[in-house]
């Protein structure tokens, strides 16, 4: 498929009024495309700045009819899908995550393979890999997820690439690092890693759910929606399934940087049982990448054309702190 057939239809995103998808659709406008977010709980606020140049449809990724009429009504020409329920939520609600996060993938996959959309590209997550995962981790690096989320993530790349190999789908995969940055929301460990910045920069105590020794392999959101478009966008992909470098940061380096910013910020420790399980396992991963000499690897992406810019703990807490004092009546209204 050429860049230009995809790019003269509706482009529809899965989850669309969420933290990674909002941040998208707001590029895709820019970009001057025509846009459709799908969501079950549609949250207005999330783009409130673009709500007159999008198109907003409430319903499940569960709701395969329902994916069918969309895609047609609409005159979707591709599809990136980023519905899930996150890591936590995942595995306190598992039958809901398999609803959402697996059948909602073979769902939209379907429905696209039946409309004749060819374009879909998934967004997986580094949590496809597990402790027991091979170095150096690779694009085809053995996958054994140490989560429920993991799973399904793993589940939706199988999906994608059994469409691709059996119906010819352009499916386009990529393993994201955790991504931070305002608006993130849920029921995640890597949630604390953005949710307190924004509650000291709008003047509310910060709390945060994983311990003090939690590292995570982190990401701006900015690097990832521009990865997400440059994939989106790019005429041939050489790989299927691709990723996303990150910088490990241990998050009291993280906290240190923010309150540099914002010095009089209050910030509390309040680990949940939950919560903490998961962060535990990103940080065990984590560690093992930067014992390995591997933190700097897929910083780079050259076929696509993306290079991460965000690349220290400094140009994080400053990004992050410098967009949610510019736009602080957005953010803490949701």
Same mark, same amino acid.
């Given at each position: 498929?050429?860049?230009?057939?995809?790019?003269?239809?509706?482009?529809?995103?899965?989850?669309?009024?969420?933290?990674?998808?909002?941040?998208?659709?707001?590029?895709?406008?820019?970009?001057?495309?025509?846009?459709?977010?799908?969501?079950?709980f549609?949250?207005?606020q999330?783009?409130?700045?673009?709500?007159d140049?999008?198109?907003?449809?409430?319903?499940?990724?569960?709701?395969?009819?329902?994916?069918?009429?969309?895609?047609?009504?609409?005159n979707?020409?591709?599809?990136?899908h980023?519905?899930?329920?996150?890591?936590?939520?995942?595995a306190?609600?598992?039958?809901?995550?398999?609803?959402?996060?697996?059948?909602?993938?073979?769902n939209?996959?379907?429905?696209?393979?039946?409309?004749?959309?060819?374009?879909?590209?998934?967004?997986?997550?580094?949590?496809?890999?597990?402790?027991?995962?091979?170095?150096?981790?690779?694009d085809?690096?053995?996958?054994?997820?140490?989560?429920f989320y993991?799973?399904?993530?793993?589940?939706?790349?199988?999906?994608?690439?059994?469409?691709?190999l059996?119906?010819?789908?352009?499916?386009?995969?990529? +393993?994201?690092?955790?991504? #931070? !940055?305002?608006?993130?929301?849920?029921?995640?460990?890597?949630?604390?890693?953005s $949710? &307190? @910045? /924004?509650e000291?920069?709008i003047?509310?105590?910060?709390?945060?759910l994983?311990?003090?020794?939690?590292?995570?392999?982190?990401?701006?959101?900015?690097?990832?929606?521009?990865?997400l478009?440059?994939?989106?966008?790019a005429?041939?992909?050489s790989?299927?399934?691709?990723?996303?470098g990150?910088?490990p940061?241990?998050i009291?380096?993280?906290?240190t940087?923010?309150?540099?910013?914002v010095?009089?910020?209050?910030?509390?420790?309040?680990?949940?049982?939950?919560?903490?399980?998961?962060?535990?396992?990103?940080?065990?991963?984590?560690?093992?990448?930067?014992?390995?000499?591997?933190?700097?690897?897929? +910083?780079?992406?050259?076929? #696509? !054309?993306?290079?991460?810019?965000?690349?220290s703990?400094?140009k994080?807490?400053? $990004? &992050? @702190? /410098?967009?949610?004092?510019?736009?602080?009546?957005?953010?803490?209204?949701?």
């Open positions: 498929m050429s860049g230009k057939s995809h790019r003269s239809k509706a482009v529809l995103i899965t989850g669309g009024t969420g933290f990674i998808a909002s941040h998208l659709a707001r590029k895709l406008v820019r970009q001057g495309e025509d846009v459709v977010l799908l969501d079950l549609p949250n207005d999330s783009v409130k700045d673009i709500l140049k999008i198109t907003i449809v409430k319903d499940d990724v569960a709701d395969y009819q329902g994916l069918l009429n969309i895609i047609e009504k609409h979707v020409g591709s599809v990136i980023t519905a899930a329920m996150l890591s936590v939520a995942a306190d609600e598992l039958r809901s995550a398999y609803s959402v996060n697996i059948e909602g993938t073979f939209l996959l379907e429905a696209c393979r039946v409309q004749g959309v060819r374009r879909v590209v998934f967004l997986s997550s580094l949590a496809a890999f597990g402790p027991n995962t091979p170095f150096p981790f690779h085809k690096s053995y996958r054994e997820p140490a989560n993991g799973v399904s993530k793993v589940c939706g790349e199988v999906l994608g690439t059994f469409y691709s059996t119906h010819g789908m352009d499916f386009r995969c990529v +393993r994201l690092a955790v991504v #931070i !940055g305002p608006g993130r929301r849920g029921k995640g460990a890597t949630v604390s890693f $949710k &307190f @910045v /924004e000291v920069v003047g509310k105590p910060g709390e945060i994983v311990p003090d020794y939690t590292m995570l392999p982190i990401i701006h959101v900015d690097d990832a929606t521009n990865l478009l440059a994939l989106w966008n005429d041939n992909v790989d299927r399934i691709l990723m996303s990150g910088v940061i241990p009291q380096d993280f906290v940087e923010v309150k540099k910013l010095p009089e910020a209050e910030i509390e420790y309040k680990p949940d049982p939950i919560v903490e399980e998961v962060a535990g396992t990103w940080t065990l991963l984590t560690t093992m990448l930067v014992n390995q000499g591997q933190e700097a690897v897929y +910083r780079e992406i050259e076929n #696509i !054309g993306w290079k991460l810019e965000i690349d703990v400094e994080l807490a400053a $990004k &992050f @702190v /410098e967009e949610v004092r510019r736009n602080s009546e957005m953010y803490s209204s949701y």
